[in-house]
């Protein structure tokens, strides 16, 4: 498997089949963007970065509501960041704790 930027869509390049388009939500000024580029490539597996709460630029805010009509139907992955940032948060919290005794 391998997965691919949306960057390299500006290329024109065929993908192999086996290949998981990311698309970073923050890099999409609306959701007609995202549409488009799904539309696109709609035969493709896509991995989508929703970036909660990020704070540098680009910083294009959506919410799961505004997304999941969108991604029924596409075969999409949803990746929540913040989901991300908090198991790393307990994952920390607990290896500080556990070598502290």
Do not use: T
Request: charged share 20%; hydrophobic share 45%; aromatic share 14%.
């Amino acid at each position: 498997m391998f997965l691919i930027s949306q960057n390299i869509d500006s290329y024109n390049l065929k993908l192999p089949e086996n290949s998981v388009f990311r698309i970073n939500l923050a890099w999409c000024n609306n959701l007609d963007e995202l549409k488009s580029k799904l539309e696109k490539n709609k035969e493709m597996k896509f991995f989508i970065d929703l970036p909660i709460g990020r704070l540098k630029p680009p910083n294009n805010r959506y919410s799961l509501e505004e997304i999941v009509p969108i991604a029924k139907n596409f075969r999409i992955f949803i990746i929540l960041q913040f989901l991300m940032l908090n198991l790393k948060m307990i994952y920390n919290h607990f290896w500080i704790n556990y070598h502290q005794g």
